[in-house]
């Protein structure tokens, strides 16, 4: 891979474009076909720009409201907030970790413009039944979604632990809506419709030409890459069967592999003891952010309880077999 990417890099740093250039639209054009349903992929700055210029193409703004799950990354409210809108949070489900579909009806209200739904740790979530657009938050589902055509946009993250990782910060947007593609590309380059003629009121948010090129050359691993966390988490569940594990689906690409655990700061000394280290994706809901709890309008207990008990364990496809062995062991020791 080394080598490789310092090829590419010196095609992008003898080609003179730096930016927006033939890295960026061949790797728009061969994400789209990796996803395999996908009309349209526009790749921007970050999985952050990528919310936002799906709202702001959407045209959410001032005074709006977007429908988000109390318990995913900040990201996904900060993206409402940039707009200058405001995020609702919705409780989610208590096996899945993933936005309650039945409990948007309930949440909406005349200025409700759009709902996003994460699918957090790679799992495909449900979507709402709704007449609202839907952005899916795909920022850990890299290979997890089979319909691109189902809702207004669906965004990806390419932080560089993402299943599809890069080498610095970028993001896209896949969609069927040729007019919104239009107006994300407009919008991720200050609203430039010809040099210097600027239609639409916005930022940067591009995605530099080497980054795009390393990501080209991650696509031809990351269907191995994602079989090989699907291995692992299998692998896991087998050897601790009585763990609290995310509600499986055969689509899970798993990005982090969770487990609810009640009594988690014992469990994880338990594991450090054994040679196995854990993390924590995430120790807050947006309910009980300092930045973000003043949004809140109704409870969202399972939220907070995802946020109180969710513990993640070693899931990337460099693990030897026998690491993944060893993890399994220590995790069977630890399950109740």
């Known amino acids: 891979m080394a080598s490789r990417f310092a090829d590419a890099a010196h095609r ?5 474009v730096y930016l927006l250039g033939p890295e960026t639209e061949a790797f728009e054009r061969e994400f789209a076909t990796w996803l395999g349903d996908a009309p349209d992929v526009v790749a921007v700055s970050s999985g952050a720009a990528a919310l936002q210029l ?16 109390a318990f995913t990354a900040v990201p996904t409210a900060a993206a409402v907030c940039a707009v200058g809108a405001t995020p609702v949070f919705v409780d989610v489900e208590a096996d ?10 309930g949440s909406r209200t005349s200025r409700t413009k759009a709902v996003i739904v994460v699918h957090l740790y790679g799992r495909p979530a449900s979507l709402p039944q709704t007449d609202l657009p839907i952005i899916e938050d795909a920022a850990q589902a890299h290979g997890a979604i089979r319909n691109h055509t189902r809702s207004a946009a669906i965004t990806y993250s390419f932080y560089p632990t993402k299943n599809l990782g890069g080498i610095g910060d970028g993001g896209a947007i896949a969609t069927s809506d040729p007019q919104l593609a239009a107006s ?3 919008l991720r380059a200050h609203g430039m419709t010809s040099q210097y003629v600027h239609e639409d009121i916005s930022q940067n948010f591009r995605i530099a030409e080497v980054e795009a090129a390393w990501l080209r050359l991650g696509l031809d691993d990351l269907a191995a890459h994602n079989d090989r966390r699907r291995s692992i988490a299998r692998h896991y569940r087998d050897a601790a069967p009585s763990l609290q594990w ?3 689906h055969p689509d899970h690409v798993h990005h982090l592999c969770v487990a609810k655990v009640d009594d988690r700061s014992k469990v994880r000394d338990e594991l450090v003891g054994l040679g196995v280290g854990t993390a924590v994706h995430y120790p807050l809901a947006l309910t009980q952010q ?7 309008r109704d409870a969202c207990g399972q939220s907070e309880a995802w946020a109180a008990t969710c ?6 496809p460099e693990l030897t077999d026998e690491e993944v062995d060893h993890v399994g062991a ?3 020791k630890v399950a109740p």
Not at 12 to 16: F, L, N, R
Not at 96 to 105: H, M, R, S
Not at 290 to 296: D, G
């Open 96 to 105: 899945t970790a993933a936005l309650d579909p039945t409990a948007v009806a």
């Open 54 to 69: 799906s709202l702001a193409a959407l045209g959410v703004g001032p005074g709006d409201e977007v429908i988000v799950p």
């Open 290 to 296: 300092p930045a973000y709890r003043h949004f809140t």
């Open 12 to 16: 992008v740093s003898a080609s003179g």
């Open 184 to 186: 994300i590309r407009r």
């Open 311 to 316: 513990m993640t364990v070693p899931c990337f």
């Open 246 to 248: 995310q509600r499986e």
């Open 330 to 332: 220590a995790l069977a």
